[in-house]
């Protein structure tokens, strides 16, 4: 069933997501200077965490707050929702964080063109520069987020009321070790918006096919092992 409401509740988390995250990453450079600290990784991450488990909160009775295509998908995979909301859901988060980004570069012009307003600048040097190694890791991240989200928020013997704080501290741990090694994405919008907007295209095609692979392999097992087990039961 087609939702424009759930649509437009897409559109601005994800908007608050690639303005919280990506200005939390600018901020940190401005600080911290542009070799990450253990600070910087500390305020990216409780910056992107913080983003994302608020909006869960804001919005996940609207439209589940997927904010994220490498969700949806696996959502659309296992029947969680139907393929036209799904395509009006990615459609929504790109253009939310299209518009986030272009925000970005309005009020911060020098310092967002500096950083390309994102940290997901390809693999590291601690993992070699290696696009294997990169990939594994944005794959394997998203299997973490993905499980998460499906255990909290679909599985129907979740705990009530702790969706946000678990998948808002699931993304900071994933930030926490992410963003020395990949910028962890894990996030294909996040990582679209500011490409768009900055003209930084390389290594794109990973932050996509990365996260969408780990988020599909991490819905198929939860739905199929544990959550489709638990709506037998109820």
């Known amino acids: 069933m087609v939702n424009p409401r759930a649509y437009l509740a897409e559109a601005i988390a994800t908007y608050g997501l690639v303005f919280f995250g990506p200005l939390s990453v600018i901020l940190a450079i401005a600080s911290f200077g542009e070799e990450l600290t253990t600070q910087s990784v500390f305020f990216i991450s409780i910056g992107h965490g913080a983003a994302i488990g608020l909006m869960v909160y804001a919005f996940g009775h609207i439209s589940g707050a997927h904010i994220n295509p490498a969700v949806t998908i696996p959502m659309m995979i296992t029947r969680k929702i139907g393929i036209a909301d799904g395509i009006g859901y990615i459609i929504s988060q790109l253009i939310g964080a299209v518009a986030a980004a272009a925000t970005l570069k309005a009020i911060l012009p020098e310092l967002g063109a500096k950083v390309n307003f994102a940290t997901q600048g390809g693999p590291s040097d601690l993992i070699n520069n290696s ?27 979740a705990t009530p009321g702790i969706q946000g704080l678990a998948i808002g501290g699931m993304i900071f741990l994933i930030h926490l070790v992410g963003v020395p090694l990949t910028g962890a994405s894990v996030n294909p919008a996040r990582t679209f918006g500011p490409a768009l907007i900055s003209g930084f295209w390389e290594f794109h095609w990973m932050y996509w096919a990365a996260p969408i692979l780990g988020g599909i392999i991490a819905g198929l097992i939860m739905n199929y092992v544990f959550v489709k087990k638990a709506e037998q039961e109820a």
């Not at 696009?131 to 993905?146: D, K, M, N, R």
């Open 131 to 157: 696009i294997g190694s990169g990939f594994a890791v944005e794959a394997v991240l998203t299997f973490f987020l993905v499980t998460v989200i499906f255990m909290v928020a679909v599985h129907k013997k």
